[in-house]
């Protein structure tokens, strides 16, 4: 096993850095906003908790994250929510109960590939559909797990990611519900990873595949993105309220009391004061929400005034751009024929940080990289805090010269003297 793509960029940027060269750091997906003072204020609160606690997590957090989800039109009950450090051991606990072959949309996020192939096993990647991304194209997926029963493998749960990293882009209602049917259809469980739900820019309403196959979803959420506590670790996962749910919520919990026995005390107690959605917190959300959708969409379209092609992000802090329209200069000036030969020219040659596509399970010679945007919302707490509450985030003088910076260098790259 290799350090995660995500975590290894972080540290060449703090390599980097040590050395006294400058860097844009637009490789790593951490919110990149300061926590809440009355999220500090519980964590303060609850620090002398300091038994194991129940394997599942305590009655408050569950009931909290049962009233999260049930706000957001998916009836839920404390008994169907199991807690963890991070949304990131529940989704391998949850694939470990689910046994057998994983099918992955194509792009997905690194440590789905890798947690399949921990549990010795490659994944089944499929194509999302043209312009989406986070979900496998229903019929590809069809064709691709019956080809693959055929060989003898045995495929058993699908992972979508709503909204999507590393594409940015949230799934349609009719590809979300065509993804349903099929694995109804073909008899998948569904792990919907929802983990940047709250961070859809425009309102409407959200794709969730437990509305449409409620026997059969597993819905993980955490703290760690719309309040940007990665580093605190505590997530949630929800389980069918059928046989099945029952079933993959009591092998979970018993992997969690072998692997990490319960959830942090004081993070449970943190987190089952966020998912009750507390108004200042509602409207802290609201904010970040404003700071990732201008910041992303202008780092857009600097990729797209370079010459990518790049859909407009709809959630998260990331961007997905191609570099295909420029491959033959790509080609003939930096000798740059894969996405991992461009992230690294961007990287040695401009100092700037994203991940190719391959990491993400993308063909490794489209010139596909995901840039991660928070890493120029300030350098410290009181630059981010300022650029969180503004109305004009990308005015901000230092995310505006970032941003400025990074348009530099990708005309240096991509239209060389
Ligand atoms: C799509 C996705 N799922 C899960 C995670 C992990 O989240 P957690 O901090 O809850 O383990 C991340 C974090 O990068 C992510 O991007």
């Known amino acids: 096993m290799t350090v995660s793509a995500t975590l290894a960029a972080n540290e ?8 006294g060269e ?42 909290a994250a049962a009233g999260y989800w049930t706000r957001r039109a998916i009836p839920t009950g404390a008994e169907q929510v199991l807690l963890g450090p991070g949304s990131k051991p529940l989704l391998f606990a949850l694939l470990h109960a689910a046994g057998g072959d994983v099918v992955l949309p194509k792009p997905a996020w690194v440590s789905y590939a890798a947690q399949s192939q921990l549990l010795g096993r490659d994944p089944i990647r499929v194509p999302v559909p043209e312009g989406e991304g986070g979900v496998p194209d229903a019929d590809a997926m069809d064709a691709a797990v019956r080809e693959a029963r055929r060989a003898g493998r045995d495929p058993r749960i699908v992972i979508v990611t709503l909204p999507d990293n590393p594409t940015g882009r949230l799934a349609s209602e009719q590809s979300v519900k065509a993804l349903c049917e099929a694995a109804r259809e073909l008899d998948l469980i569904i792990a919907a990873d929802e983990i940047y739900r709250d961070l859809v ?30 580093g605190w670790r505590v997530g949630a996962a929800r389980f069918p309220d059928s046989p099945l749910g029952e079933r993959l919520r009591e092998s979970v919990r018993g992997t969690a009391s072998e ?25 802290r959300v609201a904010l970040a929400r404003r700071l990732h959708g201008s910041v992303a969409n202008a780092v857009a379209e600097a990729f797209s005034e370079a010459g990518c092609e790049v859909l407009p992000p709809q959630g998260g802090f990331y961007v997905w751009p191609d570099f295909e329209p420029l491959r033959d200069s790509l ?18 040659r401009f100092g700037v940080v994203v991940l190719p596509g391959s990491a993400f399970g993308d063909d490794p010679e489209r ?16 630059e981010r805090l300022a650029a969180l509450v503004s109305r004009q985030p990308v005015e901000m003088p230092w995310i505006s010269e970032a941003l400025d910076g990074l348009k530099e260098k990708l005309q240096a790259l991509t239209a060389p003297e």
């Not at 490789?27 to 394997?55: N, W």
């Not at 080609?331 to 040695?348: F, K, N, P, Q, Y």
């Open 259 to 283: 692997l990490w026995s319960s959830t942090p005390m004081p993070m449970q107690h943190a987190a089952a004061y966020a998912w009750s959605d507390p108004q200042e917190l509602v409207e």
């Open 12 to 19: 060449a940027i703090a390599e980097r850095r040590a050395a």
């Open 331 to 348: 080609a003939a000036h930096w000798g740059i024929a894969t996405s991992a030969d461009l992230a690294r020219v961007l990287l040695e």
């Open 22 to 63: 400058e860097v844009l750091a637009l490789g790593f997906g951490e919110a990149g906003i300061p926590v809440h003072p009355l999220l500090r204020q519980r964590l303060t609160q609850a620090a002398g908790q300091i038994s194991y606690g129940p394997v599942a997590g305590i009655d408050a957090a569950r009931e």
């Open 367 to 382: 010139l596909t990289v995901r840039v991660a945007v928070t890493g120029i919302y300030g350098e410290n707490d009181s």
């Open 201 to 230: 820019f425009e309102p409407g309403t959200f794709p969730s595949p437990a509305a449409w196959a409620p026997e059969r979803t597993v819905t993980t959420t955490s703290l760690s993105k719309n309040y940007a506590l990665g």
